[in-house]
């Protein structure tokens, strides 16, 4: 009986989406947090002012975990490209091979080189040359996403590359294939969702010590900068990237965009689905409400544009998962409208002076931190489902790419495995986080004058 369950195509796909996933929750924390750490110790030098030295090294141990499980979940992923989507490599890994190398060989080795140093090598260093750690971390965090964002933007606009002798891809031009329009878009898009993670962290952390009402210096340093740079970064991530993004997917994968929002039929004064279910055996959107002409401006900057519909195209080019692409991309937008809410109102408590009093808008900020992670997830599986059935847009089928040696039996054993051991990571992570947030910001020492008196009533 032949099934999605059956397709081993299936099976490689699920691993990989579950360990990339499981992944990036790792990355997009250090790539959040490195800018805060940059800049509390550019304030520490500039003011004097030990808080923000104790913020630092706070949070760089913070980082240090993220960082190291990171590594562990992201070695799979460089040995999948061998073992489960062999076909694949052998097609497109003379392009996509150069930038996966100068991640590792550049990107990686710096943030790598220096994380130690800035953990732990505060007073070797000096203010200065820790100062200078702290930005190394960071450039090596985003030039490591920036080669990534780079290799993806290539599988969604291919550029710069040719057809080898043998039917494979090669490099025709680096610089075309380096600074490929998408990845530029895709790059700030990504990054500045990765600082909306970092500042909800840093603001929930803030938000648990005021409620328990310990380290109070220090919560409300974070609860001052995760609010507000959660509130621009939340803007930004809408407009103007998240506007760009809309328009270079509208103009390079109208199908992509006709799916994303449901729209079979195409037409001007394209309306953006606030509420629709996607019923794709009848080739329509169920009880929809819809802003009239929104999509049409979102994706070609005006409102009487026309928007191709999926009926447009033929059936076997559509994504082979409408209803999950449609959800993940609505979910995302809600909770990115909820993020510039929050935020924003935050904001307004903290310059009313009130932040730290608002019980209930402490709590809130506490609990919403996983959020920016299910918002981001759900941004990845919005590019990644929208691509399909193409592994590199318009090159080469997602069916073709999977390696046709290894079994359904063995896919399905080593995600089993993977589940198994990510599952014990994930535990042992939450243990020394947690552990790590319950010490706290370690307090500097304050001496204690003892008069004459009181010490010989202490003697005696």
């Known amino acids: ?176 294939y380096l600074f490929n329009p998408w990845a530029f878009v895709q790059f700030a898009h990504n990054q500045l969702a990765a600082l909306v993670t970092g500042a909800f962290v840093v603001a929930a952390v803030g938000a648990f010590y005021a409620l328990r009402g310990l380290h109070p210096v220090q919560a409300r340093v974070y609860l001052r900068a995760g609010t507000f740079v ?57 009880n929809p409400i819809e802003v009239p002409g929104a999509l049409s401006f979102l994706a070609y900057g005006h409102f009487g544009s026309f928007v191709h519909g999926l009926n447009d195209f033929p059936k076997d080019q559509w994504p082979d998962n409408l209803e999950l692409l449609y959800y993940s991309f609505h979910i995302m937008i809600t909770l990115g409208t909820l993020f510039i809410v929050l935020m924003g109102f935050a904001t307004l408590q903290n310059w009313r002076g009130k932040l730290e009093s608002t019980r209930l808008l402490l709590w809130v900020l506490m609990l919403a931190f996983p959020y920016p992670y299910i918002a981001n997830t759900l941004g990845w599986m919005t590019a990644e489902l929208g691509r399909q059935p193409w592994l590199i847009y318009g090159l080469f089928y997602t069916r073709d790419g999977y390696s046709k040696v290894v079994s359904n039996g063995d896919a399905i054993f080593t995600l089993i495995g993977f589940t198994g051991l990510y599952f014990v990571i994930g535990l042992l992570f939450l243990g020394l986080t947690g552990r790590e947030i319950g010490k706290g910001p370690k307090e500097p020492a304050v001496a204690t004058i003892i008069s004459k008196p009181e010490r010989e009533a202490v003697l005696v």
Request: zero cysteines.
């Open 1 to 176: 009986m032949n099934s999605i369950f059956s397709d081993p195509g299936f099976w490689h796909r699920l691993q990989f989406g579950f360990t990339i996933v499981y992944h990036y929750l790792f990355p997009q924390l250090t790539m959040g947090l490195a800018w805060f750490i940059v800049y509390w110790k550019w304030r520490a030098l500039r003011t004097g002012d030990e808080k923000y030295n104790q913020a630092v090294r706070f949070w760089a141990k913070i980082f240090g975990l993220n960082f190291a499980v990171g590594v562990v979940t992201g070695i799979p992923m460089e040995f999948q490209f061998g073992t489960n989507w062999a076909d694949f490599s052998k097609y497109a890994g003379g392009v996509i091979g150069q930038t996966l190398a100068m991640e590792g060989m550049f990107a990686f080795f710096l943030e790598s080189a220096f994380v130690g140093a800035l953990i732990w090598g505060e007073k070797r260093l000096g203010p200065r040359g820790h100062f200078a750690a702290a930005i190394a971390v960071a450039l090596g965090s985003w030039l490591s996403g920036y080669f990534i964002l780079v290799t993806n933007a290539f599988m969604q606009h291919p550029v710069g590359y040719q057809i080898e002798a043998n039917g494979s891809l090669g490099i025709a031009s680096m610089s075309a």
């Open 230 to 286: 959660g509130l621009i970064a939340s803007l930004l991530v809408a407009f103007p990237t998240g506007d760009q993004q809309a328009k270079i997917v509208g103009n390079h994968q109208p199908i992509t965009l006709a799916a994303m929002e449901g729209k079979f039929e195409g037409g001007s004064m394209a309306g953006v689905a606030l509420i629709g279910q996607p019923n794709v055996a009848a080739h329509r959107l169920d």
